[in-house]
């Protein structure tokens, strides 16, 4: 196990509120500050059950990854973690197969500073943490491969990220650029939040909250969240709300069955 070099320790913004530390607070963590909080209480006047969705989110995750390596895959790259939330993704992992090789990555410097946790696994494996922005590729994939072997097959994890970076900004060709340099045999899993269950206006005054916080939010359709794979092969069941991705392989979150979908998820095999 081992951390990546980091040349730069950026100081953590508490003056505005940043998506891994809401999404912290919505799980119940303690690594947010007041003004994540606040942003998270308005958020929750549109939506109350924000909460729960950051639930099923994070159970489509350890689903999936114990679906993942129940496959075979034994490398994860992981871009957009957010604080450490046990279990953690190389938990579930290696909890199938010690020897799985697992790269974080994430660009809020409070995940940074809580990366020792991510660190921490079985002995026959390989844990590393990457401080990069996921809008810079290269960076990542430079970092990434100190550890995993892009020649063999490597799970893509994309969880509730992409909504934070809009069509204008490159977020198709992102997503493509990744797939480009996996091997065949390797997966992507991604899951994001959508509109498509709400009415109109509910999008409309998160999108605008968001973006009066200084952050992006688009709300992407099945469609549009289903181009994302496009050139990959879908797992079945394809792309369905996230509490639907093989709801056998582990307990239901208590009270999901009372909660609107709010995000769509999916698994895919490049050929």
Not at 5 to 21: C, E
Not at 26 to 51: C, S, T
Not at 127 to 155: M, S
Request: aromatic fraction near 8%.
């Amino acid at each position: 196990m081992s951390q990546a070099d980091h040349s730069t320790n950026p100081l953590i913004d508490t003056s505005r509120p940043h998506p891994a530390r809401m999404y912290d607070w919505f799980l119940g963590g303690k690594d947010n500050y007041p003004v994540d909080e606040a942003m998270g209480r308005q958020l929750m006047a549109i939506e109350p059950n924000a909460p729960m969705m950051a639930k099923i989110n994070r159970a489509f995750m350890h689903r999936a990854t114990k679906w993942l390596a129940g496959q075979g895959v034994r490398q994860f790259l992981d871009i957009g973690t957010g604080i450490p939330t046990e279990p953690n993704l190389h938990q579930v992992a290696q909890q199938v197969a010690p020897e799985t090789r697992v790269v974080y990555c994430d660009h809020d410097p409070i995940v940074l500073a809580h990366a020792e946790a991510l660190l921490r696994g079985s002995a026959e494996g390989a844990i590393d943490y990457v401080q990069a922005d996921a809008r810079d590729p290269e960076a990542i994939l430079e970092q990434a491969g100190k550890t995993l072997d892009f020649d063999q097959p490597v799970a893509l994890s994309l969880i509730a990220l992409l909504h934070f970076v809009s069509d204008e900004a490159g977020a198709y060709e992102l997503v493509d650029r990744f797939k480009g340099v996996l091997a065949p045999g390797s997966y992507v899993v991604l899951s994001h939040t959508t509109a498509d269950f709400h009415p109109p206006e509910e999008a409309e005054r998160a999108t605008d909250m968001y973006s009066a916080n200084g952050l992006t939010l688009a709300l992407r359709s099945r469609t549009e969240f289903t181009r994302f794979f496009d050139g990959l092969d879908l797992v079945e069941p394809g792309v369905v709300a996230s509490e639907a991705w093989h709801p056998e392989l582990a307990q239901p979150v208590p009270g999901q069955e009372d909660v609107i979908s709010a995000g769509y998820a999916g698994v895919a095999r490049k050929p």
